[in-house]
């Protein structure tokens, strides 16, 4: 398969070709391809807000610790037992 790239992702293709990883162009497609399906499953839930920078990180800090002072939290054990469960299961 013949692959045509907009020059930005062509630097991008023969510089992650360049550095060795890879022993050809379909070997790198196939790990492109694996992350985007990662990172596609970690995506946040439709209508939800992602944290787009520092400020928002803070106010959302904030506004967790107001929630833990009017007792509107949840135990760590909880809250990592939701972590762990979902998390995609390891492949071999």
């Known amino acids: 398969m013949a692959y045509e790239f907009p ?3 062509e630097r991008l293709v023969n ?3 360049a550095g060795g990883r890879y022993s050809s162009h379909d070997e790198l497609l196939r790990d492109a391809l694996r ?8 995506r946040p839930e439709p209508g939800t807000r ?3 920078n520092l400020e928002d ?9 107001r929630q833990l002072d009017a007792g509107e939290g ?5 809250v990592f037992d939701d972590l762990l469960r979902d998390l995609p299961a390891p492949t071999p």
Do not use: F, K, Q, T
Not at 35 to 42: G, H, K, R, T, V
Not at 74 to 78: K, L, T
């Open 7 to 9: 020059p930005d992702v």
């Open 15 to 17: 510089d992650r070709m």
């Open 35 to 42: 992350a985007l399906d990662e990172i596609a499953d970690y």
């Open 50 to 52: 992602r944290i787009a």
């Open 57 to 65: 990180l803070r106010h959302e800090i904030w506004r967790g610790i």
């Open 74 to 78: 949840r135990s760590a054990d909880e």
